[in-house]
């Protein structure tokens, strides 16, 4: 049976996304953290449990991106013109963000300090915030007509793309506090416990309320989870979510150091995954598949052959990165500035 080189490329690239979203999201959560955080020195740690990773973690995006460029043009030609404002916006963001990062380090007075803690933060907010509408943009739907996207400037600015981007706030937030408990101790993991309790609840709450809204948004999306048998087929989905919040409760609990940050990345991958069930196989939807966006098989078996080699090394890459760094950070320790 020949391989389906675009189904595999389909499942690559929504990899790659999803690695993306959850590794760059934990650190992007510690910048949305930052102002329930005031203390320098604590700042300086939350800042340090990420220095190592965060520029590694954001290779997913680029790999998503060029994937769905080379892979995928048609869907690259009508997805980027619908959303070219906060794309922009969440780019500059980033870069802002990454120079806020390194500059908060050699601020030369107070004054200079609290100026690029906000940077840093409200860049974190920017992306985040972006990347949500981006979601609930897509998810929504957008205009297409032949091979060319027929909506407007302003077509992404809706209801539900702002909804998209708040609860994307709360849930890199949450990440964010989870790592927090993981990689700190002291009065600054105490308080990430208290953090991670509160946006744990607005993270499920923002799930289920996304969920809800999106069978209104389309007939295809209730008869995806509301007709007979597929309802059955999809059931596990929710009841996975209400089981992994009840195991991140239970392990807020007891104090548990691990077991938060791996229940939350869970909850994404759910969430994830529900998304996948609603848009299969659209990649622009409502109308356009994977198999009529995608280049010609010689190219994709063409740059298979190139992933093939680029995925293993950027994985073994980030394990040997995660593994060097590993352990508790502390205020004053020896870290990576």
Same mark, same amino acid.
């Not at 869970?266 to 848009?279: A, K, Q, R, T, W």
């Given at each position: 049976?020949?391989?389906?080189?675009?189904?595999?490329?389909?499942?690559?690239?929504?990899?790659?996304?999803?690695?993306?979203?959850?590794?760059?999201?934990?650190?992007?959560?510690?910048?949305?953290?930052?102002?329930?955080?005031?203390?320098?020195?604590?700042?300086?740690?939350?800042?340090?449990?990420?220095?190592?990773? /965060? #520029?590694?973690?954001?290779?997913?995006?680029? =790999?998503? $991106?060029?994937? *769905?460029? +080379?892979?995928?043009? !048609?869907?690259? &030609?009508?997805?980027?013109?619908?959303?070219?404002?906060?794309?922009?916006?969440?780019?500059?963001?980033?870069?802002?963000?990454?120079?806020?990062?390194?500059?908060?380090?050699?601020?030369?007075?107070?004054?200079?300090?609290?100026?690029?803690?906000?940077?840093?933060?409200?860049?974190?907010?920017?992306?985040?915030?972006?990347?949500?509408?981006?979601?609930?943009?897509?998810?929504?739907?957008?205009?297409?007509?032949?091979?060319?996207?027929?909506?407007?400037? /302003? #077509?992404?600015?809706?209801?539900?793309?702002? =909804?998209? $981007?708040?609860? *994307?706030? +709360?849930?890199?937030? !949450?990440?964010? &506090?989870?790592?927090?408990?993981?990689?700190?101790?002291?009065?600054?993991?105490?308080?990430?416990?208290?953090?991670?309790?509160?946006?744990?609840?607005?993270?499920?709450?923002?799930?289920?309320?996304?969920?809800?809204?999106?069978?209104?948004?389309?007939?295809?999306?209730?008869?995806?989870?509301?007709?007979?048998?597929?309802?059955?087929?999809?059931?596990?989905?929710?009841?996975?979510?209400?089981?992994?919040?009840?195991?991140?409760?239970?392990?807020?609990?007891?104090?548990?150091?691990?077991?938060?940050?791996?229940?939350?990345?869970?909850?994404?991958?759910?969430?994830?995954?529900?998304?996948?069930?609603?848009?299969?196989?659209?990649?622009?939807?409502?109308?356009?598949?994977?198999?009529?966006?995608?280049?010609?098989?010689?190219?994709?078996?063409?740059?298979?052959?190139?992933?093939?080699?680029?995925?293993?090394?950027?994985?073994?890459?980030?394990?040997?990165?995660?593994?060097?760094?590993?352990?508790?950070?502390?205020?004053?320790?020896?870290?990576?500035?």
């Amino acid at each position: 049976m020949p391989l389906d080189l675009t189904l595999i490329w389909a499942l690559l690239i929504a990899t790659a996304v999803f690695l993306y979203v959850v590794m760059d999201g934990f650190d992007l959560g510690v910048g949305i953290l930052f102002p329930a955080v005031r203390g320098k020195a604590d700042r300086d740690v939350m800042v340090n449990t990420v220095a190592p990773v /965060w #520029d590694g973690n954001e290779t997913w995006l680029i =790999l998503g $991106g060029g994937g *769905l460029f +080379a892979v995928f043009p !048609l869907a690259y &030609a009508t997805i980027l013109p619908a959303l070219y404002m906060p794309l922009i916006l969440m780019l500059l963001a980033l870069v802002f963000r990454g120079v806020a990062f390194e500059m908060r380090f050699r601020a030369a007075s107070p004054a200079s300090q609290r100026t690029w803690d906000r940077s840093f933060s409200w860049g974190s907010y920017v992306a985040t915030f972006c990347q949500g509408i981006c979601l609930g943009a897509l998810v929504q739907g957008i205009r297409v007509e032949g091979r060319a996207y027929t909506g407007g400037w /302003w #077509d992404w600015l809706t209801p539900f793309s702002v =909804l998209t $981007g708040a609860a *994307l706030v +709360a849930g890199y937030g !949450l990440l964010g &506090a989870c790592w927090l408990i993981w990689k700190t101790e002291g009065e600054l993991q105490l308080r990430a416990y208290r953090l991670a309790r509160r946006l744990g609840l607005v993270t499920l709450a923002a799930i289920v309320v996304v969920s809800a809204a999106m069978p209104i948004l389309s007939d295809a999306f209730r008869a995806r989870w509301l007709s007979w048998p597929n309802l059955a087929l999809a059931a596990p989905v929710p009841a996975l979510v209400a089981l992994l919040a009840w195991r991140f409760f239970v392990a807020l609990d007891r104090r548990a150091e691990v077991k938060p940050f791996l229940c939350a990345l869970g909850l994404f991958l759910m969430s994830y995954v529900g998304l996948g069930i609603s848009l299969w196989p659209m990649i622009v939807p409502p109308v356009v598949t994977i198999w009529d966006a995608a280049t010609h098989p010689s190219s994709q078996a063409f740059l298979l052959a190139g992933a093939v080699i680029l995925v293993p090394m950027i994985l073994a890459y980030t394990g040997y990165v995660y593994w060097l760094f590993r352990g508790k950070v502390a205020a004053g320790a020896p870290g990576y500035h």
